[in-house]
């Protein structure tokens, strides 16, 4: 997806409170950033933040922690912050490769939604549900893995299914038409999502579990 490139962006998201500037001397130890021990629930890829910002105002009994690799789509989310209170949620400006760098067994779900499909095959290793990620996040599970993904993308929903299933998980909840199921399933839209929501695009959503 395109995005406006903001100037100075680095520091703007800077001096958020919900910014978390170095993050990996709290590997380990999120239970204590958050002062509890609720579960911690990760998004990769936040974007403009509206996903993981709503998921923590609906879910206050949960911790929940946006990762997002360009700065300038971050400043969306700290802007969208400045008059909320939010003890239960942090952001991290960072690649997604890295998490095992901050995060150790501490995870307890993982969201990918509207993730980069890298459609050309060369890109494959780059998508969130390549063999590789799957294997990432095995490091920083707590015990059980959960992903839940949604996307707009057919052919990387395909792929997903394919990857996660040769991976040991089970689906616990798919839908090829998230908002016209015929059992509704509990969502919160991501800004994206809303666009495509208007325009009659069809969702295509998989909670995927692995249970030790």
């Known amino acids: 997806m395109r995005y406006k490139v903001i100037?100075?962006?680095?520091?703007?998201?800077?001096?958020?409170?919900?910014?978390?500037?170095?993050p990996t001397k709290y590997k380990n130890g999120w239970s204590k950033v958050f002062g509890n021990q609720k579960p911690i629930c990760l998004e990769l890829g936040m974007?403009?933040?509206?996903?993981?910002?709503?998921?923590?105002?609906?879910?206050?009994?949960?911790?929940?922690?946006?990762?997002?690799?360009?700065?300038?789509?971050?400043?969306?989310?700290?802007?969208?912050?400045?008059?909320?209170?939010?003890?239960?949620?942090?952001?991290?400006?960072?690649d997604a490769r890295d998490i095992d760098q901050v995060f150790g067994k501490e995870i307890d779900t993982i969201y990918l939604t509207f993730s980069?499909?890298?459609?050309?095959?060369?890109?494959?290793?780059?998508?969130?549900?390549?063999e590789s990620?799957?294997?990432?996040?095995?490091?920083?599970?707590?015990?059980?893995?959960?992903?839940?993904?949604?996307?707009?993308?057919?052919?990387?929903?395909?792929?997903s299914l394919e990857t996660l299933s040769q991976y040991w998980y089970s689906f616990h909840r798919v839908s090829l038409d998230l908002h016209h199921d015929e059992i509704p399933i509990e969502n919160v839209m991501t800004d994206?999502?809303?666009?495509?929501?208007?325009?009659g695009r069809a969702i295509y959503y998989v909670d995927a579990r692995y249970e030790n």
């Open 116 to 130: 980069e499909p890298w459609p050309k095959k060369q890109d494959e290793r780059k998508r969130f549900t390549h």
């Open 7 to 22: 100037k100075d962006a680095d520091q703007i998201i800077l001096k958020s409170p919900y910014f978390v500037s170095n």
């Open 47 to 94: 974007g403009r933040g509206d996903f993981i910002i709503h998921m923590a105002l609906k879910y206050p009994h949960m911790n929940f922690i946006g990762v997002e690799l360009y700065a300038s789509q971050m400043v969306a989310a700290v802007t969208k912050l400045q008059k909320m209170d939010l003890p239960n949620l942090r952001l991290i400006h960072m």
């Open 133 to 159: 990620y799957l294997r990432l996040y095995d490091k920083v599970f707590k015990r059980d893995k959960h992903i839940i993904l949604k996307t707009d993308n057919k052919k990387f929903f395909a792929y």
């Open 192 to 199: 994206f999502e809303k666009v495509y929501y208007q325009e």
